[in-house]
């Protein structure tokens, strides 16, 4: 009996992980992270998952066709274009089932027949007891129970609510009552009621997904964390309680039957005899559009290219490395055209995960790609004196707001408060809406008078010296450094922005959302330290005593830069420093200057300056992010550095010679290679279908606890990039293409990581990228249908550099 | 011999945004807004002038009589039109930014400029007509401005029904008392008041109630609709459909005028007290209703509404009883706190992480002697600052009191009050008290200011107040009761009102 159940139990977990397969977890907005929505259909053809996105969430997966048209008469999309991409999906076509009869859940099929909204009503509830449940920070309000996960949660206040006895539901809070202590119980049940067994169970579950994807996809999430195992079965079975209810209800009311079971059978032929709407391939010409669109991008960006590679030593005395983000390949180029300066990409953590508690937080962050769980931990530290300072000013903030806040939710509180303090809102209403920079520094004087500055230390003691010794040599090899300089700059990036829900996906992704500097500076410290490098040089990588790293930090916003704590420098580092501190300056403003152009306008023109957007609380588009974004390329500085690629390509440092035994190829295709995916796609479908993938406009934006948002008064959770991000008044920012990734790189070498690692064959054999090597061999362009399978790329000499910015 | 220059200025504070916007639509997009932004910058800069003009004509009304047009000019109408000078200024400045990149941006900014100064003129006349115009003219702005981003949500027109029943019911009211009285100013209110007394009389038909008591109840529904108070708040929830700077105007100006409108038909409301009194209790209902709403929402709009809510309810049972230089006080407070909150809603992911990292009880923390006193020196400047507000204010400052002696309760339960060092505690404090007995003592001068008479049901507010403090002292004994389960639950669903209002709602809706 005991077997059974819990057979039963691993059958229903086994069906619901397979009916979350449509959905990607949703990082908190705390920590955001750009994912593939589409993640779990990436073992099957690009075209195809797009496909069945339409069917399960009405969502577009390409352009309008008018768009490819205006593409095709402005030159945009050339004919030889489309007939290339009409070869090649000649040649992948396959003979597709014609899709399966998708069984619609009860509340959709009275909806349809009856013209209900039972789909709506069970929304509503859903969002209201989920955002209830996963809030922690705004409500000050939380009842007082003793129960653990969501479904005891609502199952222990549900039965209080009215809301169903309003719809009609007399039996409610009975019904609640009398549900299962366990939600793998109750599920089960609920799915016997419904008549759901078997194969179907999964189908069906997903259908009531698909009807909420975006708290579905936090709650996926939150279980992928470990942090609250099966909350998505708790999810299905309160939905499948609601839609059992309200079915019944409905059932009573119009066929005056309390027999589900005969009405429903009633109601399927009824479905059948509507017929299924045609959702059948109603275009399959898009895909078409797609590929054409992308290989005019490719084309001219191959052609830009810089194929003719010398070995040359890299003898500049100052070496800066930088993030592959995009938004670092405008700065470098800046950077390189004023002086000697030799400039390298890679992931912005430089390969040294940790997990960070800052100076008084009780809330440690991990810096680095999600991909990695951090082992070690390490700790802020600075002078006893400096600490206790700090920690009391931080109590004093947050305790003010605090104050602030539980006073307005007091009944006794409330009123007095307004009275009290509203005047004085008057003050910082008008500081931060028509002076924001002068505001924030006055706050900025305010703090450093009560705290003293932060001279802060990494304490590294949970690094063993091996530990230190091989993330070092790691870091040395995957940036590709042969030669070392007198300075080597450790160049992490964070962006500022004030009052913006979405402040965290403009930071470094390799960094989990976070800013750059923790990461360089932990980096610094180790390469500069002597026992480190006496044991590098034990295995054949010699720094030179007179090189020294230096942390630093690029705010992508103002593209200002930080140094943070030099060692002792020598007199010629010195002076190597300080030009290149003035030559940032000056590099860094003449960018800012070039994108303060293309963003949204004020009619007061001071306040368009970058420094005052970085603070300014009125301001909903700082930066552009990574918007833009097409390609991936590794391979040497050279390749790229004669052309202007605009910001749209993530730049990563490869020499293949140096690289015997591919492991950083492989590293690079693993890891970078697939987080530029993942943040590629995610701003393809936040294009392509702004109101399924993305979150819509930020000006309805309604936060909700703090992982979240919604537009207007309830919605499902919005997950994805809002069409501030992408657009501009009707100019699109970012262009949808698939990621573009050119390898510097053997044919073979490719090949191995690719049977290697099934992940990343899919991605490339089933064309959620487009793989291009650049064969040291012949010097010319592969791209790869599949592992094994290249085809050399003959590029029509009269093409043009690559488009500047997007115009869809 | 002031006044012409005095009328000139508040005059100018609502037609200057008006004017610049005829210009505006005269020329290209970036230098219209630059021209709107001129108009309000302007505007607010006569309404200044004319505040200090106010300050020195002192508390007596002035009635500038032109026959149709006449206006009211005192300290307390200037201050008024200042303040929506004020958070209409400083919205405009903030949506010019925040709807960049938002193809109706001039549209909306337009829109935007055309509410403020219906607002303005709205305190200003002293010609029921005028006021009608200007009060329905708001609304119709609010739908116009609604409209403009609304995707295929249907809000607008929710939010459309209620203001044109809120409309309809105060015309109707206007039309009873000027057809009765042969009067359409504000200021002859209380010498015409006694032809109101005769009965109503419907195609012949005489109804045991007078004209005056039925207009009173016709006006108290329409004030109660315009403010959102609870039962009515369905349309504050369905503009949170429209940007987040709407918001904060709206929270600021629109759902006020109703107590403005208290202010100048306060001689004949006050001759109905039983009206009145009906009006209070459902104001109170509507304080508590709101406030505890407020506090089960997980997200921060809907928290600022149901505040709202609150406040509104709040500040009409200060207009119902009889406290309107309270209320009036309360309306300028809480409507540049709101828009306040509203244009800084985005922070609210930043705020709680923030409370994540450094509010929470630290295993490490570093418990001294000092947090006891720490605590006592809180507890012992709160009931100082008590006693100040009691014996300085005019009508005790029992609304500041209570808020002060609860936010020092609070602030003594704070984990994060044994990390700030004695220093900086008794620094922060000592301001923060500074502030209430400042507001406080702010509060009783603009109570000073309304010259309204004897008033009715003057128990009213301290009663509340009183009966609030019980109740959330009971909320916090009995939080594990299955009644204060029940309430959370209700309250974290807006007591139903969506489900009830929402037309589809009570049996299932079949479209068959």
New interface residues.
């Given amino acids: 009996m005991k077997d059974n159940k819990v057979a039963l139990a691993q059958n229903l977990d086994d069906a619901i992980s397979e009916a979350t397969a449509c959905i990607n977890a949703f990082y908190p907005?705390?920590n955001f992270i750009a994912c593939n929505a589409l993640k779990g259909w990436e073992n099957i053809p690009f075209a195809e998952a797009m496909r069945k996105s339409r069917e399960l969430f009405g969502a577009r997966g390409f352009l309008k066709l008018s768009d490819y048209r205006a593409m095709y008469e402005t030159g945009r999309i050339a004919p030889q274009d489309l007939e290339d991409a009409f070869h090649r999906s000649y040649s992948d076509k396959q003979e597709r089932q014609p899709g399966a009869f998708t069984r619609l859940s009860v509340s959709e099929m009275l909806d349809q027949v009856?013209?209900?909204?039972?789909v709506e009503i069970i929304n509503k509830q859903m969002i209201?007891w989920c955002?209830?449940y996963?809030?922690?920070?705004?409500?000050?309000?939380r009842?007082?129970?003793k129960a653990q996960g969501l479904y005891a949660f609502w199952k222990?206040?549900?039965g209080?609510?009215?809301?169903m006895w309003?719809?009609?539901v007399w039996d409610w809070s009975d019904s609640v009552s009398a549900l299962p202590q366990h939600s793998s119980l109750a599920l089960n049940e609920l799915l016997t009621e419904l008549q759901i067994q078997g194969d179907v169970v999964s189908q069906y579950l997903q259908r009531h997904i698909a009807k909420l994807p975006g708290f579905a996809s936090h709650l996926k999430w939150l279980e992928a964390e470990q942090m609250q195992k099966g909350i998505m079965r708790d999810f299905l079975a309160i939905r499948l309680h609601y839609e059992i209810m309200?079915a019944n209800?409905?059932c009573k009311?119009?066929y005056k039957s309390s027999d589900l079971a005969c009405v429903l059978s009633l109601l399927e032929t009824k479905i059948a005899s509507m017929g299924n709407a045609d959702l059948s391939d109603h275009d399959d010409y898009e895909p078409v559009w797609q590929e054409a669109y992308e290989l005019n991008y490719r084309n001219r960006l191959l052609s830009a290219l810089d194929t003719k590679l010398t070995v040359t030593n890299d003898n500049a005395a100052c070496q800066l490395v930088f993030c592959i983000d995009v938004r670092s390949e405008p700065m470098r180029r800046k950077l390189e055209q004023l002086g000697p300066y030799s400039t390298y990409g890679f992931a912005g953590f430089f390969g040294m995960a940790m997990r960070l508690t800052?100076i008084?937080?009780?809330?440690p962050i991990d810096l680095c790609p999600v991909l990695i769980k951090p082992q070690k931990q390490v700790v802020e530290t600075a002078a006893a004196n400096t600490i206790?300072?700090r920690?009391?000013?931080?109590?004093?903030?947050?305790?003010?707001?605090?104050?602030k806040k539980?006073?307005?939710?007091?009944?006794?509180?409330?009123?007095?408060?307004?009275?009290?303090?509203?005047?004085?809102?008057?003050v910082?209403?008008?500081a931060?809406?028509?002076s924001p920079l002068m505001s924030k520094s006055y706050w900025r004087q305010i703090e450093r008078s009560?705290t003293e500055p932060l001279d802060s230390n990494l304490d590294l003691s949970a690094f063993s010296l091996d530990d230190k010794v091989s993330m070092a040599a790691g870091a040395i090899a995957g940036i590709g450094l042969a030669q070392f300089g007198k300075v080597v700059v450790l160049c992490g990036h964070k962006s500022s922005s004030?009052?913006?829900?979405f402040?965290?996906s403009l930071d470094c992704g390799a960094c989990g959302g976070n800013g750059g500097g923790y990461s360089a500076r932990l980096a610094a410290q180790i390469l500069n330290d002597k026992a480190v490098r006496e044991q590098l040089s034990l295995k054949g990588i010699n720094v030179p005593s007179d090189c020294v790293f230096i942390a630093a930090e690029h705010n992508t916003t103002t593209d200002e830069f930080v140094f943070f704590d030099a060692e002792e420098l020598t007199e010629m580092q010195v002076a190597i420093v300080s030009k290149l501190k003035n030559d940032l300056l000056v590099a860094g403003r003449s960018l800012a200057m070039e994108r303060a152009q293309t963003?949204?306008?004020?009619?007061?023109d001071i306040?368009n300056d970058p420094a005052q957007r970085a603070c300014?609380?009125?301001?909903?588009?700082p930066e552009w992010g990574l918007a833009g974004n097409a390609a991936f390329i590794a391979g040497p500085r050279q390749l790229t550095k004669s052309t202007d690629l605009n910001g749209r390509v993530f730049l990563h440092s490869y020499e293949y010679t140096m690289d015997k035994d591919d492991k950083v190829l492989e590293l690079i295709m693993t890891a970078p290679l697939v987080v530029a995916q993942w943040i590629n796609m995610q701003y393809y479908l936040s294009t392509v279908d702004n109101s399924v993938f993305g979150s819509g406009?930020?000006?309805?934006?309604?936060?909700?606890?703090?992982?979240g948002v919604?537009?207007?008064?309830?919605s499902d959770l919005r997950i994805g990039l809002p069409?501030?991000s992408i657009?501009?008044?009707?100019q699109y920012r970012h262009e949808p293409l698939r990621l573009l990734s050119i390898l510097r790189a053997p044919l073979a070498s490719i090949d191995r990581v690719l049977a290697k690692h099934a992940q990343v064959r899919q991605l490339v054999a089933n064309r959620w990228i487009r793989l291009v090597s650049l064969n040291p061999a012949d010097n010319r362009f592969y791209e790869a249908d599949d592992c094994g399978k290249w085809r050399q790329i003959e590029l029509n000499p009269h093409i043009l550099s690559p488009s500047p910015v997007a115009h869809c | 011999m002031k006044t012409p220059f005095f009328l000139a200025n508040e005059l100018a504070a609502f037609l200057l945004p008006l004017l610049a916007i005829t210009f505006a639509l005269a020329v290209e997009s970036r230098w219209r807004r630059k021209i709107l932004f001129g108009g309000q910058l302007a505007a607010l800069f006569c309404a200044l002038m004319g505040w200090m003009l106010g300050l020195m004509h002192g508390a007596n009304q002035t009635l500038f009589d032109t026959g149709f047009l006449s206006w009211r000019l005192d300290v307390l109408t200037s201050s008024i039109v200042l303040g929506i000078t004020f958070i209409a200024a400083v919205v405009f400045a903030f949506s010019e930014r925040y709807l960049g990149g938002d193809p109706s941006r001039d549209k909306f900014l337009c829109m935007l400029s055309l509410l403020a100064p219906c607002a303005a003129c709205l305190v200003l006349t002293d010609n029921l007509i005028l006021a009608f115009a200007c009060w329905h003219l708001l609304s119709i702005g609010l739908l116009q401005i609604m409209l403009l981003n609304a995707d295929s949500s249907r809000s607008p027109q929710t939010v459309f029904k209620y203001h044109l029943f809120s409309d309809l019911l105060f015309l109707l009211a206007l039309v009873l008392v000027a057809s009765n009285t042969q009067d359409i100013g504000f200021s002859h209110m209380q010498a015409v008041l006694p032809s109101l007394n005769n009965s109503l009389r419907v195609f012949g038909l005489a109804i045991p109630v007078s004209v005056g008591a039925f207009a009173s109840i016709l006006l108290v529904l329409s004030f109660s609709i315009k403010s959102a108070i609870f039962p009515f708040n369905g349309w504050l929830l369905a503009t949170l459909n429209a940007p987040t700077p709407l918001s904060g105007l709206l929270h600021a100006g629109v759902v006020n005028v109703s107590a403005v409108m208290a202010w100048r038909l306060a001689p004949l409301l006050q001759e109905h007290p039983t009206v009145l009194l009906a009006w209070g209790l459902l104001a109170a209902l509507s304080a508590l209703v709101g406030t505890l709403c407020m506090s089960a929402q997980p997200d921060v709009k809907k928290k600022l509404v149901y505040s709202t809510v609150g406040q509104m309810g709040f500040m009409a049972l200060q207009c119902a009883s009889g406290a309107i230089g309270a209320a009036l006080f309360h309306l300028l407070a809480h409507g540049l706190f709101k828009c306040y909150m509203f244009l800084q809603s985005g922070s609210a992911v930043a705020e709680g992480l923030d409370k994540r990292k450094f509010g929470s009880i630290q295993v490490d923390a570093v418990h001294s002697a000092s947090s006891i006193w720490s605590k006592i020196f809180v507890m012992a400047l709160g009931a100082a600052a008590s006693i100040g507000l009691y014996v300085l204010c005019v009508n005790n400052g029992f609304t500041g009191i209570s808020a002060a002696i609860t936010a020092c309760a609070l602030f003594c339960g704070m984990p994060a009050l044994e990390r700030i060092d004695f220093k900086s505690l008794s620094l922060f404090w000592i301001a923060v008290m500074g502030i209430v007995l400042g507001g406080g003592l702010l509060s009783s001068t603009f109570e000073h200011l309304v010259q309204v008479g004897a008033s009715a049901n003057q128990w009213l507010l301290p009663l509340v107040l009183a009966l609030f403090a019980l109740i959330s002292i009971a909320l916090q004994i009995g939080r594990n009761s299955s009644l204060a389960k029940a309430l959370y639950v209700h309250s974290l669903s807006g007591f139903y009102v969506d489900e009830i209002s929402s037309g589809h709602s009570i049996a299932i809706a079949t479209r068959q």
Avoid: Y
């Fill in positions: 907005l705390t009856h013209g209900t909204d039972l209201k955002g209830a996963l809030d922690r920070t705004q409500a000050q309000w009842p007082n129970t222990d206040l549900a209080h609510d009215f809301s309003l719809r009609g309200l209800a409905v009311k119009l800052e008084g937080s009780a809330l206790a300072k920690i009391s000013w931080q109590a004093l903030k947050v305790g003010a707001l605090q104050l539980k006073l307005k939710c007091n009944l006794a509180g409330a009123f007095g408060l307004v009275e009290l303090l509203g005047l004085c809102s008057a910082p209403l008008i931060k809406t028509f009560i004030t009052n913006n829900p402040a965290s963003l949204p306008e004020s009619a007061l306040l300014d609380w009125a301001q909903i588009a406009s930020k000006v309805v934006h309604n936060v909700i606890g703090d992982f919604m537009q207007g008064a309830a069409l501030q657009k501009n008044d009707d």
